[in-house]
């Protein structure tokens, strides 16, 4: 069974905040475990769902899994998106769509917020974190830090 991938996102006007989602679907399609992977946007950029659909369709995909890349349930994934698959279905009917459950509160999810904290929290105290991200500049600044506390002992 040939199985294409939707991901599917609220969208922005501006096209920096549409990056994430083209990315994300790169990297699902270096994965290769799936026939065809793409992105839409529920509303503000292109290319809509239903554009998006019909490009999938026209690759001879038998299964198409809608996947919501929304961090919480709201109206998008209660509402919009399924009498969106509705239409779809009816244009469609030789191919199955699934409705892949939203990201939700996932310990995942949790995880990256806390290296974002760690992130910032670092950059703060240290200056830009790039430096550290160099062995010999983590290197200078524990000996930096070494030396200062010598000095705070003298």
Do not use: C
């Given at each position: ?15 920096s905040g549409n990056d ?118 983590i290197v200078d600044e ?9 000095d705070l002992e003298s």
């Open positions: 069974m040939k199985t294409g991938i939707i991901l599917i996102s609220h969208g922005s006007k501006l096209s994430g989602l083209f990315k994300v679907a790169d990297m699902l399609r270096a994965m290769n475990r799936w026939d065809l992977v793409e992105a839409a946007f529920l509303q503000l950029a292109e290319p809509g769902f239903d554009e998006v659909v019909k490009k999938t369709v026209e690759t001879g995909v038998d299964r198409i899994v809608v996947v919501p890349l929304l961090l919480f349930k709201g109206n998008h994934v209660y509402k919009d998106i399924p009498e969106m698959l509705e239409n779809e279905k009816a244009k469609y009917p030789q191919v199955e769509f699934v409705y892949a459950n939203n990201i939700g509160a996932d310990e995942r999810i949790a995880l990256i917020a806390a290296d974002r904290i760690h992130e910032v929290l670092i950059e703060k105290q240290y200056g830009s974190k790039q430096r550290l991200e160099q062995p010999q500049a524990s000996f930096e830090i070494i030396d200062n506390l010598v």
